[in-house]
């Protein structure tokens, strides 16, 4: 494959009249799909946009995935900005695509879409054809690693590393009858990749703009399948625009981005009886490494099963692997994955020695690989080191507690202190949690200090951003913070 949108013309060419795109106002069958991308392409070629030319975008995920398929009919580069982050100075981007009216954003050029922009381009003839990449090794997409430090990392991908990704993903790919409900976000390699697996299987890609219309996809569309981070899930049940009727028929949903917990799917499962829950693992890197079915909450200790054509390992600090059952250092590789980040971005050795080290702990526990917590994350107090994801895993198991976070902070005599942020649904007494976790935890890991917080800061993924979180709380303890 040399170009992504190969398989939107194949699938224009065989099943014209099949349902392609829903967003809540439209429904575009491939045919019409077809058109109205390539018009968008045309457009967009008068606005001097052509093959090579990087394009940032700033747009709602149905636009959103327009442009990025009216971008691979150019042959353009594409990289949708991840929620609330400022437009990256590495790697350098010849255009934005945004909403915004000003003709510029950060001295780059902006294509503006507005109404009488999408007016002309339906006046477009639609048939100019598709663009090759000068070869399939050309970076046509670039995704930035959502990140927890605030330092997003570019990844450029390339037609022949999403074909092989692509090939991969049909195993941790949905397997019920029906269409697939993708609440990842195209920002992120699920959201991406999900699209295009859709496209290639002749499904509809379903992307509604509001609650409301999420709702109306699932009863419309026969939807089966959910793939999609735990935050992003249980933000659309909190909506309550769906019905217990709403999510009856759904008979997967596959999690990835961040840890499972117990409480997170003892509630999935009230909320979706007869869904059976998997636990994907994988890096924007690598691709998808493999996954495991959770079929009781007290299993979320297993991570994944690796996937053939994906390899896992847990080594020492010397690179050595260890015996099975010994917690160490996790690194992954696969067909597909990237030799390393583009240029301009934040370089920590993750690359090595034909091996991407994500930065996870682990161990292999009866033939699933299992994560332990974060190399970074990881609090030195005293010379005791400390994994928070220890702490957060009994604290889950309090009932009336609905999100935790643990992390470490500075007191204003500068002592370095371990703490738990929570989120309740009423105040809950900070002794009530300190005893519960007092009663399971070794001394070492029960905290001294605790919030209760509106909301866990979270990435688009679902990770704690740990280091703002100890940031914001310290600042609360020295008396400048809120």
Not at 34 to 61: C, D
Not at 207 to 217: N, Q, T
Not at 242 to 262: Q, T
Request: hydrophobic share 40%; charged share 20%; with cysteine.
């Amino acid at each position: 494959m040399h170009n992504p949108f190969e398989p939107l013309a194949f699938r224009a060419a065989v099943t014209p009249d099949y349902p392609a795109f829903y967003d809540g106002q439209s429904t575009l069958s491939y045919a019409q799909l077809h058109k109205t991308v390539v018009q968008v392409s045309e457009k967009l070629a008068e606005a001097g946009i052509g093959s090579g030319h990087r394009v940032y975008l700033l747009l709602p995920e149905n636009l959103a995935f327009i442009a990025t398929m009216a971008l691979f009919h150019r042959a353009a580069v594409s990289c949708l900005g991840i929620p609330g982050a400022d437009i990256p100075e590495q790697p350098n981007f010849d255009f934005v695509i945004s909403l915004q009216s000003s003709s510029e954003i950060n001295g780059i050029q902006n294509i503006v879409l507005s109404q009488e922009w999408f007016n002309d381009a339906r006046i477009m003839p639609g048939l100019e054809p598709m663009q090759a990449y000068p070869s399939a090794e050309d970076i046509c997409r670039i995704i930035l690693t959502s990140g927890t430090t605030g330092q997003p990392k570019a990844v450029g991908l390339t037609p022949a590393l999403i074909e092989q990704r692509l090939y991969r993903n049909h195993l941790v790919w949905g397997s019920a009858t029906g269409n697939d409900l993708n609440l990842m976000g195209h920002s992120s390699i699920g959201g991406f990749m999900g699209s295009l697996q859709t496209i290639q299987a002749g499904k509809v890609v379903l992307l509604p703009a509001s609650a409301d219309a999420f709702a109306k996809a699932i009863r419309t569309f026969f939807v089966t399948s959910i793939l999609s981070s735990s935050t992003a899930l249980f933000r659309l049940v909190n909506s309550h625009t769906l019905s217990a009727a709403d999510l009856n028929g759904v008979r997967e949903i596959r999690l990835a981005g961040s840890a499972l917990s117990p409480g997170m799917i003892s509630r999935i499962k009230q909320i979706c009886p007869q869904a059976r829950i998997f636990n994907v693992y994988g890096s924007t890197e690598v691709g998808a490494v493999g996954m495991t079915q959770i079929s009781k909450p007290e299993l979320v200790w297993k991570t994944a099963v690796v996937q053939p054509g994906a390899s896992a390992e847990v080594v020492d600090d010397e690179g050595r692997a260890v015996p099975d059952g010994t917690e160490g250092i996790v690194r992954v590789r696969s067909s597909g994955m990237v030799s390393g980040y583009m240029a301009g971005s934040p370089d920590n050795n993750e690359f090595r020695g034909g091996w991407f080290y994500p930065g996870d702990r682990g161990a292999f526990r009866e033939g699933a690989l299992c994560l332990t917590g974060r190399e970074s994350e990881v609090v030195n107090l005293g010379g005791v080191k400390i994994n928070p994801a220890e702490i957060e895993a009994v604290a889950e198991q309090m009932p009336t507690l609905t999100d935790v976070a643990a992390c470490q902070v500075e007191r204003a005599d500068n002592s370095e202190k371990l703490a738990l942020a929570y989120t309740a649904d009423s105040t809950i007494p900070v002794s009530e949690i300190a005893e519960f976790l007092k009663a399971r935890l070794d001394a070492t890991l029960v905290p001294t200090e605790y919030f209760q917080l509106k909301e866990i800061p979270r990435n688009a993924m679902g990770k704690v951003k740990r280091q703002e979180l100890s940031r914001d709380l310290s600042a609360v303890l020295r008396g400048s913070g809120s």
